[in-house]
């Protein structure tokens, strides 16, 4: 099934202290990373601004650092596709893609990704200050 997705202005890398170290903050490239479930190499990103930690899949369920520490903006989106219509998750089983979307949970329509290497602005006036709860602190 191939969706007519109307790509963003803009889409948001979120990232955790020790990965800004590697992004750094000035003349940013974001590089894809292998992903353990999927075997390929992506940069997952969102269209969404001031994303919902589970809808976008920025928990700390499975990783105990804080992946919504830190905000990239990405303008240039030509190299973005939307994860709805990539042919990553349809190589995902049913119970695979149920688990990578957390039950329904998520909001897969938000995620976009790319295989190649993207430029990005480290955003200074991101500031997350979550509220504690079960879903968000390990």
Not at 39 to 45: A, M, P, S
Not at 67 to 74: E, L
Not at 105 to 118: G, K, V, Y
Request: net charge negative; with cysteine; glycine share 4%.
């Amino acid at each position: 099934m191939v969706l007519r997705v109307t790509k963003p202005e803009h889409v948001y890398h979120f990232t955790c202290a020790h990965s800004r170290k590697d992004i750094g903050t000035s003349n940013c490239l974001l590089l894809p990373h292998l992903h353990p479930w999927l075997g390929v190499k992506l940069i997952w990103l969102t269209s969404e601004a001031s994303p919902d930690r589970r809808k976008t899949g920025l928990t700390m369920d499975h990783q105990s650092c804080d992946r919504m520490a830190f905000r990239y903006i990405v303008s240039d989106v030509e190299n973005c596709r939307p994860w709805l219509d990539s042919s990553e998750r349809a190589t995902l089983g049913a119970d695979q893609l149920d688990a990578f979307e957390d039950g329904g949970e998520a909001a897969p329509d938000q995620w976009w990704i790319s295989s190649q290497p993207l430029r990005a602005r480290f955003d200074r006036s991101w500031s997350d200050k979550p509220v504690p709860n079960s879903s968000v602190w390990p």
